[in-house]
């Protein structure tokens, strides 16, 4: 089966403690995002990839980091700098950045802060 | 700025009985627009895109939506309303240019009774 997968589906973290969200692809697709989504918003854009060993930060990139060191795998580690990490956050990939490309997401993690 | 506004936080209807879940955008060149659906917990999936090509465009699971340039709208429909359609939706503007960043409307709760 093609698709994303996100691991773990739920994440509990004490505060000061780093977490790293797992993303992985196996559509072939160049560019991948990781989101945020928070309880009556839409998502918000964290970091994306357009190729490996390159990415870009989005609109609330502030205490997160990502690395894109392989073309199926985009890994976010939310630090203790993020003053509230509790949320659902979703990974999606795409073919490459043209504006009517769809987003395939994966099933999310939902993160919360102890 | 480009921008997605979804006109209603929750709609309910009976099963059976027409959807109607509205949706504006603001944009500055020719858009591309996307519908996506959430049950709880879970990814996002693609519903319906449009990408300038027929205005009325159809979907999975019955939905459609009409692009309407002069009214800047892009409403979903559906005749038949099914106790499985009972999720978030999420209107979606893809900007033109650079990397294929979406934009977010906040979402609407779609609630179907018996």
């Known amino acids: 089966d093609g698709g994303i997968t996100q691991s773990p589906k739920y994440l509990f973290r004490k505060e000061g403690q780093n977490v790293t969200l797992s993303c992985e692809q196996n559509?072939?697709?160049?560019?991948m995002y990781w989101y945020r989504q928070d309880p009556g918003q839409g998502l918000r854009l964290i970091y994306y990839s357009q190729i490996v060993n390159d990415f870009q930060k989005g609109d609330i990139a502030e205490g997160y980091s990502v690395s894109r060191e392989k073309k199926e795998s985009f890994p976010l580690t939310v630090t203790s700098a993020q003053k509230n990490p509790t949320a659902f956050y979703l990974c999606?990939?795409?073919?490459?950045?043209?504006?009517?490309?769809?987003?395939?997401f994966g099933p999310g993690t939902r993160l919360t802060v102890l | 700025a480009q921008s997605v506004t979804q006109l209603d936080s929750h709609v309910s209807v009976s099963e059976g009985t027409p959807v109607l879940l509205r949706c504006n955008y603001s944009s500055s060149y020719s858009p591309s627009l996307f519908w996506y659906v959430q049950h709880p917990n879970k990814g996002l999936q693609l519903l319906l895109k449009y990408t300038s090509a027929a205005t009325l465009v159809k979907g999975i699971n019955g939905f459609e939506a009409e692009f309407k340039k002069s009214e800047t709208s892009f409403h979903l429909t559906k005749p038949s309303a099914h106790m499985s359609d009972a999720a978030e939706y999420f209107c979606v503007v893809s900007l033109s240019g650079g990397y294929n960043k979406l934009i977010f409307g906040a979402g609407t709760r779609l609630a179907v009774h018996p």
């Open positions: 559509l072939n697709h160049d560019a």
């Open positions: 999606a990939s795409s073919v490459h950045k043209g504006q009517d490309n769809e987003q395939f």
